[in-house]
């Protein structure tokens, strides 16, 4: 199992959360965040923005299904502009839905 | 080293950290978050009864009860591989009600812990 974490900018969560419901994964955990990249923030005219507003959206998929999850993303949440995101993807060793107590996504 | 993340009903977690406290877990860090399972945010009147899923998401798509993002709260706390089963087991315990909404509990490995303010790396420092 892995953890997909997607840092996208907030106005395009909506997008995102329908293109992975249509394909079939529509669980996920959303998280309101600020951030910057490597450009350090925006200046715009004398105001210099470091705190941009973001959203890390977390998704747990199965070792086989990263590609697909990661490729929508990526289609969904491009404007080709600097601040579309980051994706991180990390191991899960263990998952446990807790109304149940079953292992597993 | 592993992080357990919980991913919980936003009513429970004064109950959930109370009782990692009793047992010698106070280092938590909190989130609020939204989130949805596989239910799509669909709801049904008549939980806990309906435990099928297809027709929870059929019973709220004709009556309209839906949610896209249900607010949520995620802990996050670094412990020894030794106390994971023990910090899963608590979480669990207190946060089950048998409704779909429990939340989800992922385990991930932690390469490195370093105390900010001593600088102590690895166990020492996220012990107490």
């Known amino acids: 199992m892995k953890m997909i974490k997607a840092i996208v900018r907030p106005d395009k969560v909506d997008d995102i959360v329908d293109s992975l419901e249509n394909a079939g994964y529509p669980a996920f955990t959303k998280i309101n965040s600020v951030g910057r990249g490597k450009q350090g923030g925006l200046k715009v005219g004398e105001i210099f923005y470091d705190e941009l507003p973001k959203t890390i959206l977390l998704i747990a998929v199965n070792d086989d299904e990263v590609d697909e999850v990661v490729g929508l993303i990526k289609s969904s949440a491009s404007t080709g502009n600097f601040g579309d995101g980051k994706i991180f993807i990390q191991p899960i060793t263990e998952a446990y839905t807790i109304r149940t107590g079953e292992t597993g996504i | ?128």
């Open chain 2, 1 to 128: 080293m592993k992080e357990v993340i919980a991913i919980i009903r936003p009513n429970t977690v004064s109950k959930t950290v109370k009782a990692l406290d009793v047992v010698g877990f106070p280092a938590v860090t909190m989130a609020e978050c939204f989130g949805r399972g596989k239910q799509k945010g669909y709801f049904s009147a008549n939980l806990p009864e309906i435990v099928d899923i297809q027709k929870i998401i059929e019973e709220g798509e004709k009556e309209g009860r839906f949610i896209k993002y249900i607010p949520k709260r995620l802990i996050s706390i670094v412990v020894d591989d030794a106390d994971v089963p023990l910090v899963v087991g608590i979480i669990s315990k207190v946060n089950r009600t048998g409704s779909f909404g429990d939340g989800r509990i992922f385990v991930l490995p932690v390469e490195e812990a370093i105390r900010v303010r001593t600088g102590e790396t690895g166990e020492i420092a996220i012990g107490n």
